[in-house]
């Protein structure tokens, strides 16, 4: 099972200077439902230990409500917070995201063939005008596009000494996928994507296929047609009334710029006193950067999530069952 | 509860010639959970029957895949379809929405003085240059802007002239919404939100506060600072790590254009030959319009169902429960 | 469809005179998800009216928390109960169970040869001494002991002179039930079958195989032993681990005796005075005679739910899903 | 946060020489969801390591299906099983419930006042004959009878001596429930409470107030009738259409005899050769001896999970909802 460990280098800081110097070492701990190399079929429990806390680091911010964090929302909610990196609402949790992620993608890949793969499409103005998806591997930043690598260095730069930082688009395809996963109505294929990728932290907006792009669009524009071999195009992104087409799934979300930088904030502390606020700690210019294997491993546990509904829970292994 | 038939007539087409000239006849019957005109606290069950089907008009598409509609995928996942209209895939399947959303809007409004509410923001290139909510009810649109209707009925005149159809983006806000509806990270306000406008038929995308302009957006820009008498700003939309600032909730859709349009399109039928479509049944130009009170209705519902996650199922009544 | 019509009969009261003689007409009326005689994969909607409800029968008891019934609990959760026949709390509300588990039934056995059947085993003091499975569809009460029906019917005709009610047990076993059903911990085959009993109304106790014999049973004794043919005995009641073995579910349920009776009861009315109540309405002497097809028929929906989990929802249709 | 450690001790066997020498050292480690000795909110993560796993004692039974044990449907259902103790079938699975259920016991009781014990009410052939509370906590088997209870020792050491071994009941009563628990229908408190303690292993039978007594009971005997000062009885065993009344939660369960014992049985191996099989490692002479603390703790969730629908997720802390 070192597929897990492996998988998990991609969303680990600290590889370049462009994302926070944490030694984060998600080692993964598989507690259960792996026996001799192989799932069991019962739950698998993974454990990702956060070694690299420093408290301390947080004791000045304490009191106080960062703005653009859940600080407020959880203190409001449950009257206590974990303001050592924001418990719950850390980005750290998506670390066994990723983790689970990274089972899922091999079983999609080795059952069913599905390929599932994401890419830096946009950061602040710097936009991808190809897609090279070798060049994805060679970059710190997931970016497909070679021409603009040396742009975005100078700009994630420029925003580090501004002490500012910026937003990003990510896309993200499942490729292979089969036809049919989705149900009417209540969990249709897309809005289970939709809730996936919205629940990654930062992210404030998600689109299927052409997205936004279709508030212009003409229907004999949009609509993809059907050939004989196959459809015409894929504006629709993959799902045609909730359920897959077996075209690519094409999924965008954009992330907001991250809300811990050194540019001081006003803000108010718990017993509602103004107060400024500078993040000085370690933190990403841009979340958007190291969100790439998070919004892959979302949608492939959608992909997993809806492939064993259709096939059973137990889709990988012969089942007895006798029919008539 | 005469409410719920009210609210209805907000979705019920014909009511211009904007959009289909189907008589649908949303009359709702409550079927349970009603007793002496107040709710019993066990579930309410509404039916909407369909009076106005015409099964004929659908005889010459019933072997034809149409593009852009469910008719493959559900062909292909069940084997079966009911091409009378599309079955579940039909946007008749949003009235039900609508009549359970008129329910929630009346429970959020009248005990927590939550108040929902959209308007159509874009249709084509024709954007809403002001918000005037005055303005929504006197247009068959539901568009803010006075100054720009004329332009919009002569745009969509033009439109059905072409047999073609456009998308639209609509915009949907909850005003004082109580601070901590939402949970950490599996059932994120923010993501229950995208999940339920997502699967309305025709969504393609969905934002949450600023969405998709925070790809450009800096963090000293983006985040909301905090002032002593609130948030200075509302880029986040409402929400704050997956719960609830207070704040207003702020969500857009962008919906794709109608699929049945008069233009012929190239499909195949269900053998697999070759075969070229034009719809000439009673169609919208665009889907968007009538998509305003369906996104109020889905929103009302998220709220509600958080609301009731966090006060209790029975928030409404007086509780027996005994604390120490 | 209509076997659902048909298997309806079973439950229908009044069809002696050991049931009570109000005649409901459960017709089902199936709302959606079937097409042309196929079910099309979609959600299928059932809906019973209730056209016998004679609400003045009621007006009587409107204030009065009758003992054994729901009435107290009811009015003290939710402030407010529908008196007239006890809303969600009567046992009006089985009968959509039997018409969904009659789906059920059909589909399990046309698809996997599953047989389900009931009898009752036991009426106060009147045990079932033998099994004759042809013997339960010749008697009004699914009593499967052609020797001991006219003490039955004696017993009964006393206990009516008598104003008053007793229980019963009825057994319920599934036939050629596929090996492997049941999810380990949560939702164990045993652990959900026991919740649907357990849900029917005035049932107080749920057995698996052998159950409460187990308490005096060796484990030389009660351990099925596994033989090169199969198993040598079935004191488990066809689940091991929480996970079907293949061998005959059996499940048996204890019905407390119907609390309307003529018999008068000490209460509290509403403001909690005390009152006293007779209850002249039309009422079984046990309402376990009735039972029998509704415990069917929740073995069935228990059975059709794992079966799908484990199978796929689609288990029915040629799925498309391609593999390596 | 010590409580879950000290309740754990209830359950660690090693304790007597009635319950298996293995010294499982049931230690807590509290993952998630507690900042500073107080709950966030947030889930809480438990986590028991299985610390004395002799893995060797299981090597000669790898590819034997033990008779009464989840072997052969783990091994039909997955095509693969943790032979090492039976992987999830193990009853150390139960050590998790026990200490989730410290919480909730801690929760129910400081916040409401509800208080839940169990105890043996019947081993084999010898029942309690008394309910002595204060006796329970004085000899090893959790029984309330002190009269009998060097019988109990006798009947175990001779059972032992025969390598044999005996079911028993088990009785579990919630006090100072409050009324209005349980939802009508498909969450009624009863079925839920059945549900939880059919998932626990072993267990055959579940029975709520009266349960199989009922069957013989009559309607004028069984109705719990009510009085000016509440309930003159309580054979309903605290529900009533579902939902709790207020009285005492009654439950009891019936847990079958240990299936590993050293009388050879009959079985066949992994390839369906006949096979003897005989358990000589550390195995309690009856299961139900340890059970007691389980059937707590699934009672404690239950009634946690009902309070919390009925009060919010929060109930715990004040809430800033605004109510007009």
Known sequence: ???????????????????????????????????????????????????????????????????????????????????????????????????????AKKYLRERFGVHIRGYLAKLGPIAAMQLDWDEIGRNPFFFPDASRVDELKHYLDALRKDGDSVGARINVIAHSVPVGLGEPVFDRLDADIAHALMSINAVKGVEIGDGFACVEQRGSEHRDEIMQNGFASNRAGGTLGGISSGQDILASIALKPTSSIRTPGKTVDITGDPAVIETHGRHDPCVGIRAVPIAEAMLALVLMDHVLRDRGQNADVPRPLRER
Do not use: W
Request: glycine share 10%; hydrophobic share 30%.
């Open 1 to 103: 099972m070192t597929f897990a460990l492996c998988v998990m280098e991609c969303r680990k800081p600290g590889q370049s200077r462009y994302t926070t110097a944490r030694s984060e070492n998600d080692r993964v701990e598989i507690l259960s439902g792996v026996f001799e190399g192989r799932t069991t079929g019962t739950p698998i429990g993974l454990l990702i230990r956060n070694t690299d806390q420093r408290s301390k680091d947080y004791a000045r911010i304490k009191n106080l409500f960062r703005p653009g964090h859940a600080d407020y929302t959880y203190q409001q909610k449950y009257g206590i917070r974990d303001y050592r990196g924001g418990g719950r609402s850390s980005s750290r949790e998506t670390a066994v995201r990723v983790a689970a992620g990274a089972i």
